[in-house]
């Protein structure tokens, strides 16, 4: 027995299902599951909706030198294409735990940093040492 | 053969792989053969809301800063490279309290890299496996 989820407000009237047929009527506990879950889903797409997609350009034009975190980014190679800004700030943490924070209706997430890395000479040592002294 | 993108500018820069955490949170990492472990930024724990609790242990890392202590998360699924990886220990520091300040996110180590033999394209800037 499943609640149907697929067209509301119908979804609510007919409630419950079995082998694609409903069973009986729904009780009105059951209609209040259906239309909750329903307000749910529509809350995370109200949040998502809040975040306009950005192209990379217009990103790193509106928040230059911030690390941001996107939400639904689209990649060509390492590239990011575009996605939409759930946060931005120049301290990393900062910009991770409010992106963390508003992940509410978007599948897959970046953090990117849209200023340009110092021309730097690096070396690269990170060995995990056999047992903690 | 499958190739695989990765990104080096010029000879100031790192060689740089996409990485995907838990099938959601694609990252830049840094593609290291000097270092014996994969290693994550804390603050990736942030946006994929895993709690700071669920580090399974501490270990010490050396890195050419000196020794580091580091927490032990195991990460649900790791893509990376043509490579799914699940339930895989990875060493989590937080990059900006230990100077690296560079546009990545995690270091991919020698533990994910030996599981393949891994060929390097520079010209056209792909991996390859052989």
């Not at chain 1, 209040?32 to 797409?45: E, G, L, T």
């Not at chain 1, 030198?65 to 700030?89: K, N, R």
């Not at chain 2, 593609?31 to 724990?45: E, I, V, W, Y």
């Not at chain 2, 991919?108 to 052989?130: A, P, V, Y």
């Amino acid at each position: 027995m499943i609640l149907i989820g697929k067209n509301p407000p119908e979804s609510g009237l007919y409630g419950l299902v079995k082998h694609g047929r409903p069973t009986k009527k729904p009780t009105f506990a059951m209609q209040q599951v259906v239309a909750y879950q329903w307000k749910i889903k529509i809350a995370d797409n109200m949040e998502a909706m809040q975040f306009e997609m950005l192209s990379w350009e217009e990103i790193k034009s509106h928040y230059p030198d911030e690390w941001v975190v996107l939400g639904d980014p689209i990649f060509e190679g390492t590239l990011v294409l575009q996605g939409a800004v759930l946060s931005h700030h120049p301290d990393k943490r900062v910009a991770s735990i409010e992106g963390g924070e508003r992940r509410k209706g978007f599948k897959s997430f970046t953090l990117i940093f849209t200023g340009q890395d110092q021309p730097i000479r690096r070396i690269g040592l990170l060995r995990t040492l056999p047992k903690a002294r | 053969m499958n190739t695989y993108p990765f990104e080096w500018l010029d000879d100031d820069s790192l060689v740089i792989v996409l990485a995907k955490i838990n099938e959601e949170t694609t990252l830049r990492f840094l593609l290291d053969t000097g270092s014996t472990h994969t290693c994550l930024d804390k603050n990736a724990l942030y946006i994929e809301q895993i709690s700071l609790k669920e580090a399974v242990k501490q270990v010490e890392i050396e890195t050419a800063n000196g020794w580091i202590l580091a927490d032990i998360f195991i990460i649900n699924s790791i893509q990376v490279i043509g490579l799914k990886l699940q339930n895989h220990p990875v060493q989590v520091i937080d990059f900006i309290a230990h100077g690296i300040m560079s546009n990545y996110s995690g270091v991919l180590g020698m533990d994910i890299l030996q599981q393949k033999n891994l060929c390097f394209h520079f010209e056209e800037r792909t991996l390859s496996f052989s």
